[in-house]
Structures are given as C-alpha cells and as structure tokens.
C-alpha cells in the first residue's frame, strides 16, 4: 500500500475520497433536482407528450448506428494490418493516422462546410456520419493496434501454414479473439457520436435531422415565449433525458469504458 | 509477418481509413492553406489573391489575440488543476479505504456526460438571479459573494474553467490511477523503512516513475484546449467582451456566421500548426518505446 495502513490515516483517506464523490455528484444532483422543480415527475411526462423529442432521439440512434459500424470495420482493418501485415509505406500510415488524432475538428470546418455544401449534404445523416467517423478512426485505430500488437504473431502462423489466406485469417482468428477490445470500440464511439454537438451544429441545416444535444435549445424555444422566463423544469428533464443512455451504459459497462481510455492514451 | 517484404496487397485493408483521413484531414488543411493567401467569403466565384495580409491582419487582430490568451490561461490552469487533482485522487485510491469502485465510479462520471449537457447545467448553476451558486451563498448569508459568474467579464472565464476542471478531472485521474498499478509496491515499503513520509514517496518514486502519463496528459490537454467549444458555444457564446473568447469559437464566428472563409482558415491554419507540433512529439515518444 502507498498509503499507510493505520487506522488514523484510513479513516482520512476516507473522508477526503467522500468529499470529492460529494463535489463530483454536486452537479449531476442539481441536474436531477431542477428536473423535478415544479410539477415533480410531470415535468418528464412534458418532455414525454412531445412528438418532435422522438425525431431528436431517432436521429441520434441512426447517426450511431452507422458510425459504430463504419468505424468498426474501418479501424479493425486498418490496426490489423499496420499491426500484422507489410504494407508498404506503414510507418507513414501510422503517422497519418495520428496526424487525425491531434488536429481538432473546429479547425477544418470551413473546407468541409464547403465541400457539404457543393454537394448538398446538409440535408443527409452522410454530414454527420462522416465527419465523426473521420475523427473517431484515428482513436479507434490506436486502440485496436495495441490490442493487436499484443497477440502472439505464432497464433497466425500456424493458420497461415494451413494455407490460410490475410482475410480469411481476418475472419477467422483476428475478429474472435478481439471480441472484448471490439466492445471497447464500440461503446467509445457511441458515446462520442451521442455525445457529439459540434458537427450537428456546423453541417445540419435541417431541424427534423438534428441530434439529441441539440434537443434542449430545440425545447427552449418552442416553450418559451419572447422575454419569459425559462421552464427550468421539463427544461433539465430534457436534459437528463439525453444523458440517460450514456449514464446507464457506463454504470454497467464502466470496465470496457476505462480500458478504452486506458488503451488509447497510454503504449503499454 | 505473411510476406516478409513490404508490399501493395496489405495497403488495401488501410485504404478505407486512408480515404476518410485524406478527406477530413489533409484535403482541408491544404484547402485552408490554400485560400489563407486569398480574400474570399467561400461562396462567390471571384477570390481576390492578397498575399500575407491575412496572416498581418491576424497578427494585428485583437480579438485574436484576445482569445490566444483566453485560450494560454485556460490551458495551463485546467491541465495543471485536473493533473494535480486527478494525481491527489489516485494516491488516495491508494489506502485503505472503502468502497473504492463506487469513488472510482464517480470521478470519471463526469467524462461520459455530453459537454453541451454540462454547459447548460453550469449555466444554470451560475444564474445571477436563479442560480444555485448564489442561492447557497445567499442561504449562509455571504450575500456579499453573490455575483453574475457568467456576466462579469472578469470572473466568466475562470467560472468555466471549473466547469471544464470538474468534467475533465476524472479522465487524469483514471490515466494516473492506471499508471500507479504498473509502480511496484515494494517500492513504497523500502522507502518507507528508509524512514521516508507520503509526501517524500510521492515526491522521489511516484511522479518520477509517472513520467510518460504525465506527457500524455499534457499532450491530451493541450488538444483538448484546442478542441474545446461546445462549452463556450452554449454558455456565453465568447463574451462577455470577449472575455471567454477562444480561436475555435471566433473562427466558428468569422467563417459560418460572417462568410470570412478566407480569414478564418487562416486563424485555423494556427491551430493545425500547433497540433502538427504536438503530433511530431508524440511520434517521436511513441517510436521510442
């Protein structure tokens, strides 16, 4: 133990780690309370009797959809074969591959803005589908090649000497044992695509295609009149709608949500 | 390992990921590289060819610079908090104490949580009038304390920095928290009967042998810095006077909201030139290993 084992010192440590937890849960508890000021439970049912809240939460569940499976495929491939294969030039691809890990998106919007714009994608899920799963790739990718990096290269010869081809292998070996960094994927591009605010805001023009970040704004305007004050209750209901999903995956999924920062910060 | 020279079939599986990164990333930075020499609002036919003047007009851009500074504070002032904070928590993990998954539970919540759900509950709690920061204030009767958080120019960018501290903390906890299970506990116990106290372990074993998380999480910030938005965006949109403004969110502003294609790119080009930096470091710390 780095900490003394005594009682005093435990009994500190202790009540320093419950005053964190308490500072740390402030906000998520003020969140909960304003979303009951008021009518109480009603305040959800408000949110609830909206129809146009389901077009928010449609969107979002198509837009992470797509992305998870294209990242999905997408990274495995590319981690499989910069971490098992020979490609030519595969140093320079990895470094490519970082180069999308560091450049922030809000820097690249106007060239993208333009090129949505000449093809007239502000009125397709391709215009947030495709700017998040470029940003995710690189992450993604990072996490699978660790993974792999770490699978004995004999498991592959011995298939390879079956006469086993790269893809077959692919399939039939690499996607398998990658079951559980595959869940870790998954669950962070999720989160990062449900998450997401920004690309919504600069490439959607359509309010019927917006995601579930953009639903409280959305909220506030059709409820509020000129000059009112906000209803702050079915106004944080809202918001702990929408945080829900996520919430709910990382209490019973925390383990795969930690690896995958874990993973993808840190070369072990 | 299947062909032991380099060859052309294996790239085909990196295509994929090659397509979508030259057209996110590199077509846009050679775009905005491109038209950084022009003056062009991105929509019309004409571009006229300007030379530098961009680049002097944001050298000489005040709110540019306003921002760049804005952007320097909260960088060194979040990173170096969540690091601290976030190293604190770890070390205490580190004891004796109970019901260590649910405390490890609680400070990486935040991370999970949309940052456009946390920006509208800060804005809320930082209310002048209904929110809960000056209603407690009020309650303990330090009404001298109440303030506009968000509305005063001097106190906006520091409310949110601990918006931005109490998000992000968990995430260097959870880094160093993982780098302290690869230290040998033997270590702390030579030391100890070497007659040393925590503050001395910490001090000569832990943060020494820490090293590379702390690269990580500085690297990770200072991204971080340069990616962040949405907070801004949802709370006080840059003011007041400019006081919370940031490079994404002026650049957000010149290039969406007022067509100034052509000066945006080049504020951005700013950005990528830092980030191209930090991703030369990290190669270089990656390839070492």
Not at chain 1, 206 to 223: G, R
Not at chain 2, 116 to 130: E, L, S, T
Request: proline share 4%; with cysteine.
């Amino acid at each position: 133990m780095l900490i003394q084992k005594d009682k005093k010192t435990t009994i500190i440590s202790q009540i320093l780690l419950t005053i964190l937890a308490i500072i740390f849960l402030l906000p998520v508890i003020v969140m909960f309370k304003i979303s009951f000021q008021g009518s109480g439970f009603e305040n959800y049912l408000k949110v609830i009797r909206l129809e146009y809240v389901y077009q928010f939460f449609f969107n979002s569940i198509i837009i992470a959809i797509f992305t998870v499976v294209l990242v999905y495929f997408i990274s495995l491939l590319t981690a499989y074969s910069l971490s098992k294969l020979n490609p030519i030039a595969k140093n320079s691809f990895f470094n490519l591959i970082l180069v999308g890990l560091m450049v922030p998106n809000v820097a690249l919007v106007v060239p993208i803005f333009l090129l949505f714009l000449k093809l007239g994608l502000f009125k397709s899920y391709l215009a947030m589908i495709l700017p998040i799963t470029a940003g995710v790739i690189p992450f993604a990718v990072l996490i699978f090649k660790n993974f792999l990096d770490n699978v004995p290269n004999e498991l592959l010869e011995a298939a390879k000497i079956d006469g086993a081809g790269s893809f077959i292998i692919l399939r039939k070996i690499i996607m398998p044992i990658s079951m559980s960094i595959s869940v870790v994927v998954i669950i962070w591009t999720f989160l990062m695509t449900w998450n997401d605010y920004f690309t919504a805001l600069a490439f959607i023009r359509d309010k019927e295609m917006l995601p579930v970040t953009h639903l409280p704004n959305y909220f506030l305007m059709n409820t509020m009149g000129a000059g009112n004050m906000p209803d702050y209750g079915p106004f944080f209901a809202c918001l702990v709608l929408i945080s829900l999903p996520v919430m709910i995956l990382y209490v019973f999924l925390q383990r795969y949500i930690e690896d995958g920062i874990t993973s993808g910060s840190i070369k072990k | 390992m299947f062909k032991n020279k380099s060859n052309f079939v294996d790239v085909i599986y990196i295509l994929p990921a090659f397509i979508f990164i030259t057209i996110f990333f590199f077509y846009p930075i050679g775009y905005i590289f491109g038209i950084s020499f022009y003056e062009w609002n991105g929509i019309s036919q004409n571009r006229t060819y300007v030379g530098l003047e961009n680049y002097r007009d944001f050298f000489t851009d005040k709110i540019a610079l306003k921002s760049l500074i804005n952007q320097f504070l909260w960088g060194v002032i979040t990173i170096l908090s969540q690091m601290f904070l976030g190293l604190g928590m770890a070390i205490l993990l580190r004891s004796q104490a109970r019901f260590k998954i649910i405390y490890k539970l609680i400070f990486f919540f935040p991370n999970v949580i949309a940052v456009a759900v946390v920006a509208y509950v800060f804005n809320k709690i930082y209310d002048n009038n209904f929110g809960e920061l000056n209603l407690l204030l009020e309650s303990i009767k330090l009404n001298f304390l109440t303030h506009p958080w968000l509305g005063d120019p001097n106190t906006a960018l520091y409310a949110l920095m601990i918006a931005n501290i109490w998000q992000w903390t968990g995430f260097s906890f959870l880094l160093y928290h993982a780098g302290m299970t690869q230290i040998n506990e033997e270590l702390y116990e030579s030391a100890r009967i070497d007659g040393a106290n925590l503050f001395a372990i910490v001090k000569n074993i832990i943060i020494p042998l820490l090293k590379p998380t702390h690269i990580a999480l500085l690297i990770l910030g200072v991204i971080g810095t340069l990616k962040t938005f949405d907070i801004i965006y949802l709370t006080t949109k840059g003011g007041p006077a400019r006081s919370t403004e940031f490079l994404s969110t002026y650049i957000f502003q010149k290039g969406i909201m007022e067509f100034k294609a052509s000066y945006a790119s080049t504020m951005a080009l700013m950005i990528v030139v830092i980030a191209l930096i930090l991703t030369i470091l990290q190669v270089k710390g990656y390839n070492r290993k």
